[in-house]
């Protein structure tokens, strides 16, 4: 089991952290993880340097939230959220359930500033090799999530991995 200490990602904390088991040993073929409270699953992948976040298909299995993966990483269980009372601003961390699905994942082939908008503000870094989904492009800019933070970075310095994106 994983404790909010342990997870150490405040993005999920902040979006109701509940309980996380961390899978660390051999996975060969499916594991199925299941927590006794209810509510919804992610996955924080370990096969990757910066854990990629993904959304965990559950299901409910005697009175069980439960999830199966196929890999090494930490399941996370959140609590679901509020109904939204107003449209969040547009580079604040989205809700869980409107989070929209990424069109594509790169990876950065150097390191770059994260902005607010398009070539404004600079409001943090993200790392050379980081692989991150990338939500919306705007000219020459991405709109991606990184370590919880979501903004802008430019198109220039990447390779795609998968999605349409290029």
Same mark, same amino acid.
């Given at each position: 089991?994983?404790?909010?200490? #342990? ?21 060969? +073929? ?10 919804? @699953?992610?996955?924080? !992948? ?5 854990? @990629?976040?993904? !959304?965990?298909?559950?299901? %409910? ?11 090494? +990483?930490?399941?996370?269980?959140? !609590? ?14 989205? @809700? ?13 082939? %150097? ?8 070539? #404004? %503000?600079?409001? +943090? ?5 980081? %692989? ?6 705007? #000219? ?7 370590? +919880? ?6 198109? !220039?310095?990447?390779?795609? @991995? ?5």
């Amino acid at each position: 089991m994983v404790d909010e200490a #342990g997870l150490g990602r405040m993005d999920l904390i902040q979006r109701g952290f509940i309980q996380a088991v961390d899978v660390w040993n051999s996975v060969t +073929g499916t594991v199925e993880v299941c927590f006794r409270n209810a509510g919804m @699953l992610v996955f924080l !992948d370990a096969t990757y340097v910066e854990r @990629l976040l993904t !959304d965990l298909e559950s299901y %409910e299995r005697d009175g069980m939230t439960c999830g199966k993966i196929d890999r090494i +990483g930490t399941v996370v269980l959140l !609590d679901y959220p509020a109904a939204p009372t107003e449209q969040p601003a547009e580079n604040a961390l989205p @809700l869980y359930d409107s989070t929209p699905q990424s069109i594509c994942q790169i990876k950065l082939i %150097e390191t770059l500033f994260l902005r607010a908008e398009p070539a #404004g %503000e600079i409001i +943090g870094l993200v790392w050379l090799y980081s %692989e991150v989904p990338v939500f919306k492009i705007r #000219g020459d800019w991405y709109f991606i999530e990184f370590q +919880g933070q979501v903004g802008y970075i430019s198109r !220039d310095y990447r390779k795609v @991995l998968w999605g349409d994106c290029a």
